[in-house]
């Protein structure tokens, strides 16, 4: 697996995620757009399912999917640029794994919850309560991964371990 990693990231895209002082800032950008939109429509799904803002229809909040949708799209697009600058450091840390857990564990139970709730113009029973109470620390967790990966990397190149080992 070290010997791809090490091959990407001397592709032109890597090293110009890299190399161009412009292109990681704008990835990252696009990154926190898209994560906002997805998350923070996630956790406004949630908060209300939870009982916030009680006197809007639950069908009304239907109107975040598609800001949702279109903010998964910029986060794919922009971490997939930010993964190929840097592959090994994503690839090589568990916090990273555990991110992709999270969100799409978040995701599904926030479309599980529209599914079983939203169309049906009642309040949520308990059960619903408990996966949006889950769905949300899926979203808080999500968001606590992405801002710990600068700091628990082994590695940030491939080269770091080649120069170690030799």
């Known amino acids: ?10 592709t032109g895209i890597s090293r110009w995620v890299r190399e161009d002082f412009f292109a990681y800032f704008i990835l990252l950008i ?9 998350v923070g429509g996630g956790m ?3 908060l209300r399912v939870l009982g916030v803002a009680r006197q809007t229809r639950l069908s009304r909040w239907t109107g975040l999917f598609p800001w949702m949708k279109l903010g998964a799209l910029l986060a794919i697009v922009s971490g997939l640029g930010l993964l190929a ?4 450091k994503a690839l090589t840390n568990w916090v990273f794994a555990l991110k992709f ?16 709730s939203f169309d049906k113009g009642v309040e949520p029973v ?3 309560k408990l996966q949006a109470a889950l769905a949300l620390l899926m979203w808080i967790g999500a968001i606590a ?9 082994s590695m940030l190149l491939t080269t770091d371990v ?4 030799g």
């Open 1 to 10: 697996m070290m010997e791809t990693i090490a091959w990407f990231e001397q």
């Open 30 to 38: 696009f990154h926190a757009w898209g994560m906002a939109l997805l």
């Open 44 to 46: 406004a799904i949630q």
């Open 85 to 88: 600058g840097y592959p090994a």
């Open 101 to 116: 857990v999270l969100l799409i564990g978040a995701a599904w139970l926030t479309a599980n919850i529209a599914k079983v």
């Open 126 to 128: 308990t059960l619903v």
């Open 145 to 153: 991964c992405g801002k710990l990966l600068l700091y628990t990397n």
């Open 162 to 165: 080649i120069f170690e080992a």
